[in-house]
Nanobody, 124 residues
Framework: QVQLVESGGGLVQAGGSLRLSCVAS????????MGWFRQAPGKEREFVAA????????SYADSVKGRFTISRDNTQNTMYLQMNSLKPEDTAVYYC?????????????????WGQGTQVTVSS
């Protein structure tokens, strides 16, 4: 069992930045691929970014590529999402997920554990 807790969300103007954190407890953090997803009102949960167990490989949705950076610190059991040049369409609840499988995936239903989410609101 893994418990995930996100933080760092808030209200920011377009063009601004936020850094989200996801702290894990329970089983060995480095044994999980980690991912960030988001869900806007009335929409399905969508993939944002993923990072391999070691942190050596990353994957991004086209909509955030070049603006967001995913990273992890396995010594601190923490994953991050640095979000720059934010746009109103980035407004959503952001969730972190943990996947026991070896390879990264953009499919949310394959993730085993989820946090409660943190709200990000970008004003125009």
């Amino acid at each position: 069992q893994v418990q995930l807790v996100e933080s760092g969300g808030g209200l920011v103007q377009a063009g601004g930045s936020l850094r989200l954190s996801c702290v894990a407890s329970g089983r060995t953090f480095s044994g999980y691929v980690m991912g960030w997803f988001r869900q806007a009102p009335g929409k399905e949960r969508e993939f944002v970014a993923a990072i391999s167990r070691s942190g050596g490989s990353t994957s991004y949705a086209d909509s955030v590529k070049g603006r967001f950076t995913i990273s992890r610190d396995n010594t601190q059991n923490t994953m991050y999402l640095q979000m720059n040049s934010l746009k109103p369409e980035d407004t959503a609840v952001y969730y972190c997920g943990a996947d026991r499988r070896l390879s990264m995936t953009i499919q949310s239903h394959l993730y085993d554990y989820w946090g409660q989410g943190t709200q990000v609101t970008v004003s125009s």
